[in-house]
């Protein structure tokens, strides 16, 4: 019997990679993952378990490594970095809009120095804009969707609003003191940049690539696929208006979330840095991208 050579022998197929990918219950992150969830694109050898949790907890998990992909706030990105690394795609920029500061009617027109302010996590970069903004608050941590609330009942002079927030705030009777989106791009000329996807460095490098590709591949299918992708984020649009849960998820799945460009790369550098200089980020911080 002759030899079977090299090319003639089975291929072993590659040995399954299961990947813990964690994001936000939103129709943004849904639209996002839309490719991915519903297996609309061939992954290989790579399978996703997909997680959902509020960003502040996502915030919170990443430092202890929980999950091999995660959607974290940029603010909780500065005391990641060593563990993981940015995706090229996935990012969420406010692009002259951001994260609003809502107060009950009858504070309107008031400064926030010295206010009582409910925030969505010390982690999230709501908060770091916020301090950026205004340093001199006391804060209160909730539960991002419980912010509104928080503020109807008193319990807070002011809130930082995020999500489908920064859209509904004005049918419960509140009102808006900044946009930290505006403030931001007044001071620096650049969008806001909110959260962004990361990797576990301590995965091989193939892997990482290929799932870098597959995050870039998911949007891409979901801008293209515009209408399936949308049907399916509406599930996640807490009881928004189908028109309401559309314009969210153009405001934050747009150009900057395809690609940071050089623009994207230098404005989350610059809130990195302005962060460390007022003394919020403990140290100084370098993004970096996979595929740098």
């Known amino acids: 019997m002759l030899p079977i050579s090299a090319e003639q022998e089975p291929r072993t197929p590659p ?90 009617s009858s504070l309107q027109g008031e400064e926030l120095k010295g206010k009582r302010v409910a925030i969505p996590g010390k982690k999230t970069t709501a908060y770091l804009a916020l301090c950026l903004y205004e340093p001199d608050i006391e804060t209160v941590e909730v539960r991002f969707d419980e912010i509104l609330d928080t503020v109807i009942k008193g319990d807070a002079d002011a809130g930082v609003v995020i999500h489908e927030g920064q859209l509904t705030y004005g049918s419960y009777g509140l009102a808006k003191m900044a946009d930290l989106g505006v403030w931001w ?9 909110l959260g962004g996807n990361v990797i576990r460095r301590a995965l091989d490098p193939e892997t990482i690539r290929r799932a870098d590709e597959l995050l870039h591949a998911s949007i891409a299918y979901g801008l293209d696929h515009r209408e399936e992708a949308l049907e399916y984020a509406l599930h996640f649009a807490r009881g928004l208006e189908p028109a309401t849960a559309e314009h969210f998820v153009s405001m934050y799945v747009n150009q900057w979330t395809l690609d940071y460009g050089e623009q994207g790369r230098r404005a989350v550098q610059t809130l990195l840095d302005r962060g460390f200089q007022a003394g919020i980020i403990p140290q100084a911080v370098k993004a970096e991208f996979v595929g740098q």
């Open 185 to 193: 791009r007044n001071e620096t000329g650049l969008p806001l940049p």
């Open 15 to 104: 040995e399954l990679v299961q990947l813990r990918l964690a994001h936000s219950p939103d129709s943004d992150d849904a639209f996002m993952f839309y490719a991915l969830a519903t297996k609309k694109i061939p992954t290989g050898n790579l399978a996703f378990m997909h997680v959902l949790d509020d960003i502040e907890t996502l915030n919170q998990k990443a430092l202890e490594e929980v999950y091999d992909i995660t959607a974290v706030s940029f603010h909780a990105y500065a005391e990641l970095a060593d563990r993981y690394i940015l995706m090229s795609s996935g990012a969420s920029f406010g692009d002259g809009y951001g994260p609003i500061v809502v107060t009950r």
